[in-house]
């Protein structure tokens, strides 16, 4: 298979739908060019997979001719030669993943140009400052990108420049001042490197693609790929294009333009764009930008033709687009679209009114059905709309551009590396900056919100945060930022001070300002009862709660009942940790049963208020988990008391005894759940008395309970047994003499390899299984999840030892077996047999849709995820083509 293709290569389907090989960039460059038919400047497409190649055995060896065979096309295409001393073609060599990296790797513009040749293409153009101004950007991105040079040896002489006469916008350099700085840029690449500014196109062509190669292993792409999930092994293509130019006279522009509003879904279009200048300087936000509005006024006709664009765009893709132009000398030109991101608002906007129609630009209309709707909206969208909101309004200190919705408080810092550190050590950070790069993505993901002095609403900082879902105001003119402070006017922000920004009006406010609960858009309410309506019969969505507050919350959110209910939570509680601890220090059985008493009436009143906000819904309670140190002082605790004090009381002593009598070397596979309950028998009877009579009260009121009882880290078919058999003799007890008796069944939790394996012979005892993953993935994998996911992880995660963090993302080929083995074999034994998951991956929406295909009944999760499992349980239907059925 070839290593490059052209963008007007007739491929055998569609070319978007080659993603895999040719990027998402380079995918819909060739689908604009050879299908829509658009202006589309000419190029060609390195694939992902010589990018593979190069990332495991260096550079292909038939790359090369191949570049060289498609160089020459083009040269004969454009009628011009790189490199040419009278009319040289200049490319642009840009990186384009499968999945959208914004920003986060390399790209090299005006390629091509040489001393010689940057006469050629003054003489050729008529335009001397036009060719410098083009050349000293090539210099400069050259050598930074590919050469590897600190960025700001070139800033400064840039800055100087423009300060000697009196100026902040690079537009105002004259033709000498910009061939002054193409000598100074020259003369910093020596001083650098050792070497001079490579002259031979051929080489620089190639530097520039081995660049994009390598930045797809850069720290700041590889911290994007672990957050977003995007596996560290697919490789990105490189596409190389002819270049055109904004920059060239003031009826040349460039920009950037959705076809919908993609921080609100308004159906109007919207996008910034500049004059007289190059794509760089819109994304970057280095000058602040004009609106499309702006345009219609500058190029009349020109954004006729641009808006009809958009919405050919719109119904060719049946989605919101995000496209970059430029406009050389009159003639409007595409470079590239693809499917924007957008903030949470938005997505659900337009995925509901993408169901109604819309103008295709010639005469129809086009829609999507309900099913498509809810595939649109992500778990990051559905987050976003519940993020809070500032409760009151604050004196606006400064006001940008409202970039990414919601409201962030935090301390401001003015770097990426000051804001990584300041989270780590456990703070709300606002991260202050000119501009974003790349270079700040670390940064930006430790913030709780951004603020930029600089920029559109389609600069770095606007798109990444939009995609990210967290607040973000820019091109807040206003802030002046000198080294580790900021002013507005008279008044001075300096570093730690703590700022208010809202994301959605733009205003920037000095302190901390009071947030509340935001209140989520109608179609929030209407794509979830369109996912509701995919799921029904199907997946079921359940909360883990622990108390009846949790449990309303969950039920407000759409929980159809309680996948695990934790009972030591409820031990925990202020007044009920004496009680727990006189039941461990009883010396006769005695004291214990009387300790256990007060226990459950403690217990049948959380029961009572949980079994009420679930009325008519199932709840599933689990008996006592962990091991009862848990409920006493640490032993060191103890110690270093004693060693302060001199002594300890004789209540101290006694609890120091129990300390140490009842502590484990590994307490995570020791004398818990199940096996308490062998040791204490009387516990487990307290609990599941409690939990009956909480019932039988509920029900003498009216009430309908559904009790689910589930017995903790079983691995035997015997030690099932026996549990049950305690449970069932208090439920016979409870319900002897009653003519109705409510149904009321008995399952154990699946979380050791153990039990997924010889889910048969469990399933013999078992009325249900949950599957625990939380601890079926520390025992899978032998991870101490406490220690593991701050000390390990991250190095794991970045050198692709894992593709996942397994606690996130259920493992598919460890965990994720288990899982299925354990339902299909339990299945076989008995049919019928109920099947939950109750860990964190109940709630994430790759893991429900393993939990779909496994063939589960219902996932859990907290009540806050419950929006999100809800949908993501819909578009795992969808995905495996059971909407319908």
């Not at 490059?4 to 290569?9: G, L, P, R, T």
């Not at 140490?660 to 009387?682: F, Q």
């Not at 589930?710 to 409870?734: C, G």
């Not at 390899?753 to 005892?765: F, G, K, M, S, T």
């Amino acid at each position: 298979m070839p290593y490059v293709y052209s963008f007007e290569h007739k491929h055998r389907k569609p070319p978007m739908s080659y993603k895999d090989l040719l990027g998402g960039k380079g995918a819909n460059l060739a689908e604009m060019t050879s299908v829509l038919k658009l202006p589309v400047p000419p190029g060609f497409t390195v694939t992902t997979d010589a990018c593979r190649d190069y990332m495991h055995g260096g550079w292909p060896d038939a790359l090369d001719g191949e570049i060289a065979k498609h160089v020459f096309r083009l040269e004969k295409a454009m009628g011009r030669k790189l490199g040419d001393p009278f009319d040289p073609l200049l490319v642009s060599v840009r990186s384009g993943a499968k999945f959208s990296m914004p920003g986060m790797m390399d790209t090299v513009l005006n390629l091509g140009l040489n001393d010689v040749s940057v006469e050629g293409l003054a003489r050729a153009t008529g335009n001397d400052r036009f060719a410098y101004d083009s050349y000293r950007r090539f210099i400069a991105m050259y050598g930074r990108i590919v050469l590897g040079i600190d960025g700001a040896l070139f800033e400064h002489p840039l800055e100087a420049a423009k300060e000697a006469i009196g100026t902040t916008n690079d537009a105002d350099l004259d033709v000498d001042a910009l061939k002054v700085l193409s000598k100074q840029y020259l003369a910093v690449v020596k001083r650098a490197t050792g070497q001079p500014f490579p002259q031979k196109p051929r080489d620089q062509l190639r530097g520039a693609i081995e660049a994009v190669f390598k930045s797809w292993n850069g720290a700041r792409a590889i911290a994007y790929r672990v957050r977003e999930k995007i596996s560290h092994e697919l490789g990105t293509a490189v596409n190389v294009q002819t270049m055109v130019f904004g920059n060239r006279d003031h009826n040349s522009a460039t920009g950037v333009g959705f076809t919908r509003n993609a921080a609100t879904g308004e159906n109007k279009p919207y996008g910034d764009f500049l004059i007289n200048a190059q794509g760089e300087d819109v994304v970057a936000g280095i000058r602040n930008t004009e609106t499309l509005e702006d345009m219609k006024r500058e190029f009349p006709e020109i954004y006729g033709e641009l808006l009809h664009i958009f919405l050919r765009l719109e119904a060719h893709y049946k989605d919101m687009c995000d496209t970059e132009f430029t406009i050389e000398q009159g003639k409007l030109w595409m470079l590239q679209t693809r499917v924007g991101k957008r903030t949470g608002v938005a997505a659900l906007k337009m995925a509901v009114d993408m169901t109604k129609g819309t103008k295709d630009g010639e005469g129809g209309k086009w829609t999507i059905d309900r099913a498509e709707a809810i595939m649109r909206v992500t778990e990051d969208h559905l987050d976003s709309v519940l993020h809070p909101q500032f409760k009151n309004k604050g004196k606006v200190l400064a006001s940008g551009l409202g970039a990414s919705p919601g409201a962030a408080v935090g301390k401001v810092y003015f770097t990426a590396d000051e804001a990584e550190a300041a989270f780590k050590q456990g703070e709300a950070v606002i991260l202050v900056r000119n501009e974003t790069s790349p270079e700040d993505v670390h940064g930006m993901m430790a913030s709780k919100g951004i603020l930029t002095a600089r920029g559109g609403l389609v600069s770095h900082a606007a798109v990444v945060a939009r995609g990210w879902g967290t607040p973000a105001v820019v091109g807040a003119d206003a802030v002046k930022i000198a080294g580790n402070r900021f002013h507005v006017g008279q008044t001075i922000v300096h570093e730690g001070d703590w700022l208010s920004i809202d994301g959605t009006t733009g205003d920037v406010v000095l302190g901390q300002l009071e947030m509340e609960a935001s209140k989520p858009p109608a179609e929030f309410d209407t794509i979830l009862k369109w996912a509701d309506q995919i799921r029904k019969g199907k997946l079921a969505v359940r909360a883990n709660a622990d108390t009846g507050e949790d449990a309303t919350v969950a039920r407000n959110l759409g929980a159809e009942g309680i996948g695990l209910c934790r009972t030591e939570h409820m031990f925990l509680a202020p007044d009920r940790l004496p009680i727990v601890r006189e039941m461990i220090l009883a010396n006769t059985p005695k004291q214990e049963v009387k300790a256990l008493e007060k226990l459950r009436a403690a217990q049948q009143s959380d029961f009572e208020e949980i079994l009420e906000a679930m009325d008519g819904l199932p709840v599933t309670v689990r008996l006592l988990d962990p091991p009862l140190h848990e409920f006493l002082p640490s032993v060191e605790e103890l110690r270093v008391k004693q060693a302060k004090k001199g002594k300890l009381s004789a209540t101290e002593h006694k609890m120091l005894a129990a300390a140490e009598s009842w502590a484990e070397h590994n307490p995570m596979i020791g004398t818990r759940g199940v096996r308490l309950g062998v040791i204490k028998p009387g516990l487990y009877a307290m609990q599941v008395r409690a939990l009956l009579q909480a019932a039988a009260k509920l029900r003498d009121a009216g009430k309908k309970p559904i009790v689910e009882i589930m017995i903790p880290l079983t691995v035997t078919r015997e030690e099932l047994a026996l549990a049950r058999s305690w449970v069932q003799e208090e439920v016979d007890a409870a319900l002897a003499g009653m003519k109705r008796k409510p149904h009321i069944t008995i399952g154990t939790m699946v979380e050791t390899p153990r039990a997924a394996i010889r889910a048969d012979e469990l399933a013999e005892v078992s009325d249900f299984f949950s599957f625990g993953t939380n601890d079926l993935t520390q025992l899978t994998f032998g991870f101490s999840r406490d220690d593991v996911e701050s000390r390990m992880m991250p190095a794991y995660l970045e050198q692709g030892l894992l593709k996942r963090n397994p606690f996130d993302t259920i493992d598919q080929s460890g965990v994720g077996d288990l899982v299925r083995m354990g339902a299909e074999r339990g299945r076989a034994t008995k049919p019928g047999l109920k099947l939950g998951v109750c860990g964190e991956h109940g709630g994430d929406p790759e893991s429900i849709d393993l939990f779909y295909r496994a063939g589960l009944d219902y996932v859990s999760c907290s009540p806050f995820r419950v929006p999100i499992a809800r949908l993501a349980a819909a578009q795992a239907i969808v995905g495996v083509g059971d909407a319908d059925k």
